[in-house]
Nanobody
Framework: QVQLMESGGGLVQPGGSLTLTCAAS????????MGWYRQAPGKQREVVAH???????NYADFVKGRFTISRDNAKSMVYLKMNSLKPEDTAIYYC?????????WGQGAQVTVSS
């Protein structure tokens, strides 16, 4: 059983930057698929970005060019670097890991973009 814990959320002004960190309680090297999702108030959870074990990445159109996902298998960490933040990026951001059909989720980190 792997536990995921997000950190790095907070309040930032429009145009600002934040980096979210997802720390896993065990090794993530066996997880082929890791990623970030978000859920805004009154909306469904949506995918933000995915990264494979080999480092291949996929992004939702609304974050392309602004967000960067990365992973450090040695440290069991996944990161989401967010630049040029907009008010519509306000949401709870969740770390995700998938392995052999089993999904693991963190508890979420609040990101608020407001002036």
């Amino acid at each position: 059983q792997v536990q995921l814990m997000e950190s790095g959320g907070g309040l930032v002004q429009p145009g600002g930057s934040l980096t979210l960190t997802c720390a896993a309680s065990g090794s993530i090297s066996s997880f082929n698929d890791m990623g970030w999702y978000r859920q805004a108030p009154g909306k469904q959870r949506e995918v933000v970005a995915h990264i494979s074990r080999g480092g291949n990445t996929n992004y939702a159109d609304f974050v392309k060019g602004r967000f960067t996902i990365s992973r450090d298998n040695a440290k069991s960490m996944v990161y989401l670097k967010m630049n040029s933040l907009k008010p519509e990026d306000t949401a709870i951001y969740y770390c995700y890991a998938g392995r052999l059909g089993i999904e693991y989720w963190g508890q979420g980190a609040q990101v608020t973009v407001s002036s």
